[in-house]
């Protein structure tokens, strides 16, 4: 009876012990996106403009997803997306990549993965303008003195032989842009799409400069993400990665699936937006070394950074070279 009892006992342990073990196993699948099924949702930030088609274009895409599902999150300001990637609210943006140079210089432990897209900025003037030396101590509207854009104004003065400070750098929410210089109150503004079309479209500015005429390959808007994201989550990173420039082709294609995925995040126009996607290109998203550099020494050569982040520091191009 004894021996009956003791074998009963151990048993009940060795069932217990196996009980244990499964548990801790299911718990390692169910945080990683395992077998049960459950999928990393990942959060990424955005403004509604054109520089985030391929992010709108993979949102749609989702039957495909397997190992993550994609939640689009918007924001209405640079300022309140960058405070949301900084916190770990979002694992990563579509952002300007200045904005995250300075995060990253702050001390925030973000990586540029992929471009959100290639040229397509203009600086855009009032119809009276004729020439770059017509600004001169007028109001130039910028998104942020952190971006591209500020870059490529600086450039237009610097290479039409005038300063900085000969025009008035006034900071304007992309939006406001249009209005304000239908109004008077700005006499050009350079900013991301669709901004820059609608007040072409509607004839009440015009195309001072395309940013390619001013610096071949300039950065402006990237995918950033959460290094601590990339480091837990490998596998669903990388089907990311891999839908994302997939997407890209897509919005290449600027066809009506482009138009038609494209009014789902923004308002605009057909006629705006098909100007917009003439000038703007998602081919070859990724940021190279060379291109990099030159943004690093524009931002130091106009005083905004001291000492800017490397490409090695910054730049993981390892998602996406894998992706092709």
Avoid at 191 to 207: D, H, N, T
Wanted: proline share 3%.
């Amino acid at each position: 009876m004894k021996k009956k009892s003791g074998k009963l006992v151990m048993l009940i342990w060795l069932l217990s012990i196996m009980l244990i073990l499964s548990a801790c196993g299911n718990t390692g699948q169910e945080a990683s996106g395992g077998s049960n099924g459950e999928k990393r949702t990942i959060k990424i930030g955005y403004l509604p403009i054109t520089h985030a088609i391929p992010l709108y274009i993979e949102n749609e895409q989702k039957e495909n997803f397997k190992n993550f599902d994609l939640e689009l999150v918007k924001f209405g300001s640079w300022p309140e997306l960058m405070d949301a990637l900084n916190t770990g609210r979002i694992d990563g943006a579509s952002v300007l990549i200045t904005l995250a140079m300075r995060a990253k210089e702050q001390g925030i432990d973000l990586k540029a993965v992929a471009l959100g897209h290639r040229d397509g900025n203009v600086l855009v003037s009032a119809n009276d303008v004729n020439s770059v030396e017509d600004l001169k101590g007028k109001n130039f509207a910028i998104p942020h003195k952190f971006s591209t854009h500020n870059v490529l104004l600086y450039q237009m003065l610097k290479q039409n032989g005038m300063e900085y400070k000969d025009v008035n750098a006034i900071e304007l929410p992309p939006a406001e842009m249009p209005a304000a210089l239908s109004e008077g109150r700005i006499d050009g503004y350079v900013v991301a799409e669709p901004f820059g079309a609608l007040s072409v479209a509607i004839g009440k500015g015009k195309v001072l400069f395309q940013s390619e005429e001013l610096w071949k390959d300039s950065v402006d808007c990237a995918l950033v993400l959460r290094n601590d994201f990339i480091e837990q989550e490998k596998q669903a990173a990388q089907e990311f990665m891999k839908e994302y420039v997939k997407a890209g082709e897509m919005a290449e294609l600027k066809d009506e699936q482009t138009h038609e995925i494209s009014s789902k995040y923004m308002n605009v126009e057909k006629e705006v937006m098909d100007l917009s996607l003439e000038w703007i290109t998602y081919e070859d998203l990724r940021l190279n070394e060379r291109a990099y550099e030159e943004l690093q020494q524009n931002l130091i050569e106009m005083g905004l950074f001291e000492n800017p982040p490397s490409y090695e520091a910054f730049v993981d191009n390892s998602l996406i070279d894998k992706a092709k």
